[in-house]
């Protein structure tokens, strides 16, 4: 235990979490239990606590925590859900998601950010996490339905597959639109078999989801970085 690490972790959910708009006192649980220092490498473990996004490799980031604290309490979980997340990044946010939901599966394009996220995952003691290694825009079918979707990369649309996969109720949170600089984050709710509502959270800001059912390439979106 360090103390001085407590202490700034407690002052990150207390300013940045708690002093904006999260109320909901299970995600506040899970930020002060979560260190985001283990998430990061050595170098930028002072940092953990600032309330924004810093590099984790392979050109990513790991999530500004009152973004993932938006987005996961968006989802409405109350502990005996299965939840899809696209994107495992670093697998803060994974981590976040598994101390309030009962299973988290996590799909990450990029294999070494896999592997280093489920041996991560795996020190800290997670045991209901599961890391898979592939296109999560394509979702990961054999667990599915899900009761809460969340993507934490931004896409051209709402992947087809994804809503596919969402359990009746569920819950969907996705960065969405045209601009690969800026996005709307959206909250989709599955009402029915075919019925889905729609509902804005707000401008964000995400690295770009790549693959079948997002943007076509790294190189497609630094095409479309350039043009503007
Ligand atoms: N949730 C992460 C933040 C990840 S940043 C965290 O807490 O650290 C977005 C991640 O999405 C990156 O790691 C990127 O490689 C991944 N990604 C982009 N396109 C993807 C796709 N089609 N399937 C799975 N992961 C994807």
Not at 31 to 51: M, W
Not at 61 to 83: F, N
Not at 155 to 175: F, M, T, Y
């Amino acid at each position: 235990m360090n103390d001085a690490i407590d202490l700034r972790r407690e002052r990150m959910v207390q300013q940045d979490l708690a002093g904006r708009d999260i109320t909901d006192p299970q995600v506040l649980r899970a930020f002060r239990t979560v260190a985001r220092d283990a998430f990061v490498s050595a170098d930028l473990a002072e940092f953990a606590y600032d309330d924004r996004p810093l590099p984790i490799g392979e050109n990513q980031t790991i999530s500004q925590p009152y973004v993932v604290a938006l987005m996961v309490a968006s989802l409405r979980l109350v502990g005996d859900e299965r939840v899809l997340e696209i994107g495992t990044g670093s697998g803060y946010a994974a981590a976040i998601l598994a101390c309030i939901a009962k299973d988290v599966f996590s799909v990450e394009r990029h294999a070494v950010l896999a592997d280093q996220a489920r041996a991560r995952l795996a020190t800290l003691g997670f045991t209901n996490i599961h890391v898979l290694h592939g296109d999560g825009t394509l979702g990961w079918p054999e667990h599915a339905p899900y009761d809460a979707i969340s993507v934490t990369a931004a896409a051209p649309e709402i992947p087809a597959p994804l809503l596919a996969q969402l359990a009746a109720g569920g819950r969907l949170v996705i960065p969405v639109g045209p601009d690969v600089y800026a996005q709307e984050l959206i909250r989709v709710t599955r009402v029915g078999p075919d019925d889905y509502r729609q509902e804005s959270l707000g401008g964000v800001r995400f690295v770009p989801l790549i693959g079948d059912k997002g943007w076509p390439s790294e190189a497609a979106t630094r095409r479309d970085l350039r043009r503007r």
